[in-house]
Each structure stands twice: as C-alpha cells, then as structure tokens.
Antibody, heavy 119, light 109 residues
Framework: QVQLQESGPGLVKPSQTLSLTCTVS??????????WSWIRQHPGKGLEWIGY???????YYNPSLKSRVTISVDTSKNQFSLKLSSVTAADTAVYYC???????????WGQGTLVTVSS | AIRMTQSPSSFSASTGDRVTITCRAS??????LAWYQQKPGKAPKLLIY???TLQSGVPSRFSGSGSGTDFTLTISCLQSEDFATYYC???????????FGPGTKVDIK
C-alpha cells in the first residue's frame, strides 16, 4: 500500500514562495501508471486540484494557478514537490499530495499539511 | 471548465437509514466520476470510481450509479462511521482540469 507524507513550513509570509515535499513509501514513483498530484482545501471549504506530475517529469497545472505553480519530481528520493509563488492569504489551506490513477481519480492521499500565509 | 454541483449540501440522518446524495455535472462526463468520503481533520478517502466501481476495501453498503450528467451515491444502511462529508469529482475533461463538487455533509439526526 502506497503511503504519502507531506512536509514543509506551516507558515509562509505574503509574497513569498510556498514549498512542500511529498515523500512516497511502499511503492516507487518511477514504476509508472500513476500521476503524482497536489490538491488543496481552504479552511472549511471544498477541494481544489493544483496540478500533477508524471515520473518522467511531464506536468499539468490548474489554469487558475498555472502562472504561480511548479511541481517537480526527484525519483532518487521517491519524492515530488510543490512550489507556489507570490502567495497571499487566499493561499492559506490544507495541502494534500495524492497518487492519481492515469484516468484521473485519486487512489491514496497524504494526511495533509496546513499552510498559513501571514506576516 | 466542467462545474460540479451536489445536493443536498447537508442533511441529518439516523443510523440504519438509506441515504442518497446527488452529483450533477455541467456537461456530460460519461462515467468519469469518483466519490470520496472525508472525516474532520482527515484526508479524503476514495469510495467509488468510474461512477459505480467500488474501491477495494470499501463496504458494500456504498454504491454509485449514473452516467452523463447525473450521478448518485447511495448508502444502503447508514452506520455510525459513515457520518462525514462526501465529495464527487469528475475526471473527464481534457485538457485535464479535475473538479470536485462542493460536498455533502451527513450528520447525526
């Protein structure tokens, strides 16, 4: 059973870059067949897809965030990462990493990490 | 982008009730729909994909149906552990823009 774990700062200042890493265990990112995704959930709200990466490095981002998002993968560490630039209070959310079936649904999720944007 | 709506947004039910939640897509999505359960402070959990395929390990009291624009999630006999928020998600659109419904909260009557 693949497990995912998010890590990174819980507090980011406005205008700075949010950086999170997802460590995958129980399976290899390089095995193929899955996309590796980031999703966020604003406090008390619904779920918003941020983007995904394939082990080869190909990415796709939510157009609403595309100008500020970068997702990268480090297969040697079995990790993938999220960078979101120029953050504002509106980016305060719980950020989840997840494995995504190639057709598009999310198999496994990390526990989530709350990132607060505040000075 | 394809918009997803759910009804009702919340409701109260009792253990043993048969419960139905509806999800509607703004355009046809064939059967490219998944359902998730989320409990407070926890990550969502995949229940159903391809509109009606039960994820391994999910109790058989959960079932899904529908295609095109209208979908339902049914819990045949509500258990105490089923009180949660349920989300639908479409994965039909290309270029991929995966969208979730706003959620349906089921709480105890």
């Amino acid at each position: 059973q693949v497990q995912l774990q998010e890590s990174g700062p819980g507090l980011v200042k406005p205008s700075q870059t949010l950086s999170l890493t997802c460590t995958v265990s129980g399976g290899s990112i390089s095995s193929g067949g899955y996309y590796w995704s980031w999703i966020r959930q604003h406090p008390g709200k619904g779920l918003e897809w941020i983007g995904y990466i394939y082990y080869s490095g190909s990415t796709y981002y939510n157009p609403s965030l595309k100008s500020r998002v970068t997702i990268s993968v480090d297969t040697s560490k079995n990790q993938f990462s999220l960078k979101l630039s120029s953050v504002t209070a509106a980016d305060t959310a719980v950020y989840y990493c997840a494995s995504q079936d190639s057709s598009g649904y999310y198999y496994n999720w990390g526990q989530g990490t709350l990132v607060t944007v505040s000075s | 982008a394809i918009r997803m709506t759910q009804s009702p947004s919340s409701f109260s039910a009792s253990t043993g009730d048969r419960v139905t939640i509806t999800c509607r897509a703004s355009q046809g999505i064939s059967s490219y729909l998944a359902w998730y359960q989320q409990k407070p402070g926890k990550a969502p959990k995949l229940l159903i994909y391809a509109a009606s395929t039960l994820q391994s390990g999910v109790p058989s009291r959960f079932s899904g149906s529908g295609s095109g624009t209208d979908f339902t999630l049914t819990i045949s006999c509500l258990q105490s552990e089923d009180f949660a928020t349920y989300y639908c998600q479409q994965y039909y659109s290309y270029p991929p823009i995966f969208t979730f419904g706003p959620g349906t909260k089921v709480d105890i009557k």
